[in-house]
């Protein structure tokens, strides 16, 4: 018994070690993927690595296009760094811009920025123009579809 007990830990001790796993210094220093291949931007077949686009949507939300409205005359607009709300409000009271602030974002390293409704649609290539915007997207209604029954009888 003390035999076959002394063999099952040696079994178990040897299964846990692993048998091939590259280690950082055994191939050089550039990184490898599961099958050894070399990780970076080198061309493949002719053809120059590049990163692919991320879509900034949760999973969940990808297939909902359908179901989606935006809101007319509502937009998200962030800031470049070192322009602030104030700068904003300024910029559209000079322009003599009416909006009504929806939203205002302030964490920074995240969105720093601002939610508004337009009451004149047509000031939006104004407010787009803008130096200190980043980046403007509408405001959009996601309609989330009714999930489908576990089961039916």
């Known amino acids: ?7 099952l830990v040696l079994v ?3 299964a846990g070690l692993p048998v091939s796993a590259p280690i950082a210094g055994d191939i050089g220093d550039r990184p490898v993927d599961f099958n050894g291949r070399p990780i970076d931007g080198r061309p493949v077949e002719g053809r120059p690595v590049e990163p ?8 969940g939300t990808r297939g909902v296009e359908a179901g989606q409205e935006n809101v007319p005359g509502a937009y998200i607009i962030e800031f470049k760094e070192g322009y602030t709300h104030e700068a904003f409000k300024a910029m559209m009271a000079d322009k ?8 205002i974002f302030n964490t920074p390293k995240v969105l720093v920025g601002i939610s508004i409704q337009l009451t004149n649609f ?4 104004v407010v787009k123009a803008w130096e200190g915007v980043l980046n403007i997207w509408p405001v959009t ?3 989330i579809p009714e999930e489908p029954p576990f089961f039916s009888l």
Do not use: G, L
């Not at 692919?52 to 999973?59: E, G, H, Q, T, V």
């Not at 047509?122 to 290539?125: L, Q």
């Open 12 to 14: 178990a001790f040897v």
């Open 1 to 7: 018994m003390k035999i076959f007990c002394v063999f």
């Open 96 to 103: 003599k811009i009416n909006y009504d602030t929806r939203v």
């Open 141 to 143: 209604i996601v309609t």
């Open 122 to 125: 047509e000031d939006y290539v």
């Open 52 to 59: 692919r686009p991320i879509d900034s949507r949760p999973i």
